[in-house]
């Protein structure tokens, strides 16, 4: 399985578990260092991403597709 696809799998398995009205999060990591987060919104169908970098403030972005989310979380683990 390629590293895409785990990181796909991963952000459906938080759609499917949606619905607590709780926002459900996920941690996205390197060799034990945590690069970062998200957390998938049921009521209006959106991902936040949350971007940690050393000795900066984390930075967060929205998304409405799952695909753009992954890319883009693709990039932050290389």
Do not use: H, W
């Not at 799998?9 to 759609?15: D, E, G, I, N, V």
């Not at 690069?35 to 929205?62: H, I």
């Amino acid at each position: 399985m390629s590293q895409l696809l785990g990181i796909i799998t991963r952000l459906q398995s938080l759609q499917e578990n949606a619905g607590s009205g709780e926002p459900l999060q996920r941690f996205f990591e390197v060799e034990g260092e945590k690069r970062c987060s998200v957390k998938y919104f049921d009521k209006n169908n959106t991902f936040e991403l949350e971007v940690f970098q050393k000795g900066e403030k984390p930075q967060s972005y929205q998304f409405d597709n799952i695909d753009m989310i992954a890319m883009e979380i693709f990039d932050l683990l290389q």
